[in-house]
């Protein structure tokens, strides 16, 4: 049983609920594939007041460790005792209502914010993951938010397509449509055509719709072109497919309307980690090509005087505007984060680094801002460097980061970077700016052209 209902799962969330109070964990983690029991595990630590950390399992062991350590993780529900005990847990006698392995260890208490429910971890900038603290309250307002906004749709099943760690399908994929009385689908993610952080098998997600009669997903980027590509390449389209939400990166414009020319019904939002997902969303009827939707009720948006969305307060980082009708449109990051078509944070100095730290490459710059693959421009440490020498250290680099962090290309720069020419600083620091300027074109012809049999690639 994979599609469940809020009542289908209430027996089963207040035992487990009753298990978790006598078992008085600190902090609860959950690492697991996407399933019934998820959604259960997640419901029953709420109720509880057990704080849960769900951990992707497309992050490292060393991430994870990462997050284990910070958050003072000392339970953890985990189908595979190999990874729980590789992580420093041991066995333990489950909590009555358990469906899933259960495991202990040793922690030392670690300060939290008052009220916490969930920490929700996102890939971070850098190597260690960044955690954000949310309320039960703050989850539950803009899950009713969204049930709010789409209840003129009538939806009554959603497929979740996405991790359920991830906080967009967490919010909008799993709470909204359960208080708005649908069914929530939750087969493995396998099942959907879904591996990792970035493998995508389009026919295989588009079969599942079909299967799963699904009204509604989400979708990143990355995601909806490859499946406006098999839909253009003669892919049947998902029969009751009504509403497929749009996130987690900057979309073009001309991509949505190919995308509904193909048939898939998509709509552009916005969110944050730190404001529990989903800030401002498109619905049927509420539309604006190009703008990421009007701000849903419970969030109050308004620009800074130098541009910057504030969403209650809280300084996102990125540029934007709201027009007269209320549509918010957002313009780009403050700083050069990238983020990749398929929702990932990437500090590009971090793979930069990791590619510097071999002995072919002197220099890196690394872009990829809503590409589905990271690319690099390097600058070999002597002119007569090989291409299997660099090669090597691109390897080498990708073996240390995770996959969406990876460089799937690069280039050799003609020149090294300097503060004579403008490319870098005084004290080295490469200015993007002026390098994209001058390679940006020739970067851009390398990117493949997501067609066809292309879009079900596994990066």
């Not at 990874?83 to 009555?96: C, D, I, M, S």
């Not at 401002?280 to 969030?299: E, I, M, Y």
Request: aromatic share 6%; charged share 20%.
């Amino acid at each position: 049983m994979s599609a469940v209902s809020a009542a289908m799962l209430e027996a089963g969330v207040a035992r487990l609920a009753q298990g978790l109070r006598a078992a008085r964990p600190r902090m609860l983690g959950l690492l697991a594939d996407n399933g019934p029991e998820w959604l259960a595990i997640d419901l029953a630590a709420e109720r509880a007041e057990v704080p849960l950390v769900p951990l992707p399992a497309f992050f490292t062991q060393q991430q994870l460790r990462h997050i284990v350590a910070a958050s003072g993780m000392d339970a953890l529900f985990c189908p595979a005792p190999e990874v729980a005990q590789a992580l420093g847990f041991r066995p333990a006698p489950a909590p009555e209502g358990a469906s899933l392995p259960w495991f202990r260890r040793s922690a030392e208490p670690v300060a939290r914010p008052e009220g916490t429910a969930k920490i929700t971890f996102t890939s971070g900038t850098t190597g260690a993951p960044k955690g954000v603290h949310l309320g039960a309250a703050q989850q539950h307002a803009v899950a009713l938010a969204l049930a709010h906004a789409t209840r003129h749709l009538g939806l009554e099943r959603h497929l979740c397509l996405l991790p359920l760690p991830v906080l967009l399908e967490n919010i909008a994929g799993f709470r909204a449509p359960l208080l708005a009385g649908a069914a929530c689908c939750v087969p493995p993610l396998a099942e959907v055509g879904v591996g990792g952080a970035t493998a995508f098998d389009a026919h295989a997600c588009l079969a599942a719709m079909e299967r799963w009669e699904a009204q509604s997903v989400i979708l990143l980027p990355q995601m909806m072109l490859a499946l406006t590509a098999a839909l253009e390449s003669g892919a049947p389209l998902p029969p009751r497919l009504r509403f497929a939400a749009v996130g987690g990166a900057k979309i073009a414009a001309a991509s949505i309307v190919r995308a509904r020319r193909a048939g898939l019904p998509v709509y552009e939002g916005y969110g944050l980690s730190e404001c529990a997902s989903v800030v401002s969303l498109n619905v049927p009827g509420a539309d604006r090509l190009g703008s990421v939707g009007r701000p849903l009720p419970h969030a109050q948006v308004r620009i800074a005087h130098d541009g910057e969305i504030l969403v209650s307060g809280l300084a996102t980082g990125d540029l934007g505007h709201l027009d007269a009708e209320g549509f918010l449109h957002v313009e780009g990051r403050r700083k050069n984060v990238l983020i990749t078509s398929f929702g990932r944070n990437v500090a590009p100095e971090w793979p930069e680094a990791e590619l510097c730290a071999g002995g072919a490459i002197a220099q890196a710059a690394v872009f990829g801002d809503a590409r589905p693959q990271l690319c690099a421009l390097v600058v070999p440490r002597s002119p007569g460097e090989t291409d299997s020498a660099i090669d090597a250290d691109v390897r080498r680099a990708n073996a240390r980061l995770p996959d969406y962090a990876r460089i799937a290309f690069w280039l050799r720069a003609e020149a090294p970077f300097s503060a004579a020419d403008g490319s870098a600083t005084a004290n080295g620091r490469v200015r993007r700016d002026v390098v994209w300027s001058r390679y940006g074109e020739r970067i851009e012809s390398r990117y493949p052209t997501f067609a066809g049999a292309q879009q079900d690639a596994v990066l």
